[in-house]
């Protein structure tokens, strides 16, 4: 399985991003999807995931109302669209999978596929 990101880079406070995930050798249709992310001195924050069980997404509430997830099942992809970002949304974003038609948006320790991550800055 190999897991692929992309989008990310820079906005201003108060701007909007978008960033992607695709994965490719899935054996399954039935997986959870999870975002997280780290700030430089902090922990890995897990943010949002989608599930398979009727897309079912859940958030963070550092983000809830402000991020959303779309997937394209077609694609095996994952979109997390970000917006009124400020500058404590800056950190590396990563994507993850879970072979389980659920998702858990902070036990990273579930996931088994990781994506290499993308940087996100937001700042004036």
């Known amino acids: 399985v190999q897991v692929v990101e992309s989008g990310g880079g820079w906005a201003q406070p108060g701007g909007s991003l978008s960033v992607s995930c695709a994965a490719s050798?899935?054996?399954?249709?039935?997986?959870?999807v999870g975002w997280f992310r780290q700030a430089p001195g902090k922990e890995r924050e897990g943010i949002a995931c989608?599930?398979?069980?009727?897309?079912?997404?859940f958030y963070a509430d550092s983000v809830k109302g402000r991020f959303s997830l779309s997937r394209d099942s077609a694609k095996n992809a994952l979109t997390l669209q970000m917006n009124s970002l400020n500058p404590e949304d800056t950190a590396i974003y990563y994507c993850?999978?879970?072979?389980?038609?659920?998702?858990?948006?902070?036990?990273?320790?579930?996931?088994?596929?990781w994506g290499q991550g993308t940087q996100v800055i937001v700042s004036s």
């Open positions: 993850a999978y879970v072979e389980s038609p659920l998702c858990f948006v902070h036990d990273s320790e579930t996931y088994n596929y």
């Open positions: 050798g899935f054996g399954t249709p039935y997986y959870g």
């Open positions: 989608l599930s398979s069980v009727e897309d079912g997404s």
